[in-house]
């Protein structure tokens, strides 16, 4: 995270060379001064993407200078929506590969009925990863991703993640793990982004990451962190239906927003108030 501090504005960004993408989580200040130096970064570090966080009072502002609306994240602001504004420096990137396809896939999703999973069976068992499960969540992201947006498959990366409390759940079979997911916390706005889900191939159609949400928002409520979404492949069916049938809903697709084992991909956003949910869940 680069903080950003010029004499008319401020902004907290993440440069994404990986894939050539600007971040902004958060900004204050003149807009007109902001976009001048988008413009500068992206042509610096040969970025093609923008994705910006935007409160609704400044959503007119962005819309006026070329950006479009692809998601929002209602409550992320500390109870306030969060408009994701996008630009493109890259009239490739803007392309929108297989949006028919992934538009019948999240109608066929949407029709599926809400559902909480069922009990875990034995001999799956579910548990908080520690420091130790560090090399065999690496190997399990290796197997699972060719490619990923974050870099799991450092071990160091991956260790630094669960020494710093980052809520990291685990599926094991026959102390092996085979499925884990992860929660990104942000402190100052009180929200969560569910992130790093993975289950190996011969585990899946068991809701095994149905399991691992429903655990993660429970210790998320127990930090009294209610606005949690997540980014989902627009093209996987399994994910986008595990997070549906837990009762979060659609608010967008962000196009060729990162790379994922081979090429850029679509990601859905989901999200979820846990404030709804009774102190039993």
């Known amino acids: 995270m680069i903080e950003v501090n010029r004499r008319d504005?401020?902004?907290?960004?993440?440069?994404?060379?990986?894939?050539?993408?600007?971040?902004?989580?958060?900004?204050?200040?003149?807009?007109?001064?902001?976009?001048?130096?988008?413009?500068?970064?992206?042509?610096?570090h040969q970025l093609e993407k923008v994705i910006i966080k935007s409160?609704?009072?400044?959503?007119?502002?962005w819309l006026q200078h070329g950006y479009r609306l692809e998601a929002t994240i209602p409550s992320y602001f500390n109870g306030s929506t969060a408009y994701l504004m996008t630009f493109y420096e890259s009239q490739e990137r803007?392309?929108?590969?297989h949006y028919a396809k992934e538009n019948n896939?999240?109608?066929?999703?949407?029709?599926?009925?809400?559902?909480?999973?069922?009990?875990?069976?034995?001999?799956?068992?579910?548990?908080?990863?520690?420091?130790?499960?560090?090399?065999?969540?690496?190997?399990?992201?290796?197997?699972?991703f060719t490619i990923y947006p974050s870099p799991l498959h450092d071990?160091?990366?991956v260790q630094s993640m669960l020494e710093d409390g980052t809520p990291f759940f685990i599926v094991e079979y026959e102390e092996k793990i085979v499925s884990a997911a992860a929660a990104e916390?942000?402190?100052?706005?009180?929200?969560?982004?569910?992130?790093?889900?993975?289950?190996?191939?011969?585990?899946?159609?068991?809701?095994?990451?149905?399991?691992?949400?429903?655990?993660?928002e429970r210790e998320l409520k127990k930090k009294y962190v209610y606005c949690v979404y997540t980014i989902a492949r627009a093209l996987s069916f399994g994910v986008n239906a595990a997070f549906h049938q837990l009762g979060y809903a659609y608010s967008g697709r962000l196009i060729n927003n990162c790379l994922i084992s081979t090429a850029l991909e679509n990601m859905n956003v989901w999200s979820k108030d846990l404030s709804t949910l009774t102190s039993e869940s």
Do not use: W
């Open 105 to 144: 896939l999240l109608q066929k999703v949407q029709l599926l009925p809400l559902k909480c999973p069922e009990t875990l069976l034995s001999p799956y068992k579910l548990r908080k990863a520690i420091k130790s499960d560090a090399k065999q969540l690496v190997t399990l992201y290796k197997t699972v």
């Open 55 to 61: 409160r609704y009072e400044q959503v007119q502002s």
């Open 155 to 157: 071990l160091v990366y």
């Open 185 to 216: 916390i942000n402190t100052l706005y009180n929200n969560a982004e569910l992130t790093d889900c993975a289950t190996l191939p011969s585990h899946r159609s068991l809701g095994l990451m149905k399991h691992l949400m429903v655990e993660i």
């Open 9 to 44: 504005f401020s902004a907290l960004c993440i440069q994404d060379s990986f894939n050539k993408r600007l971040r902004i989580e958060d900004y204050r200040g003149n807009i007109s001064s902001m976009i001048y130096y988008i413009k500068r970064e992206l042509n610096k």
């Open 94 to 97: 803007q392309v929108h590969n």
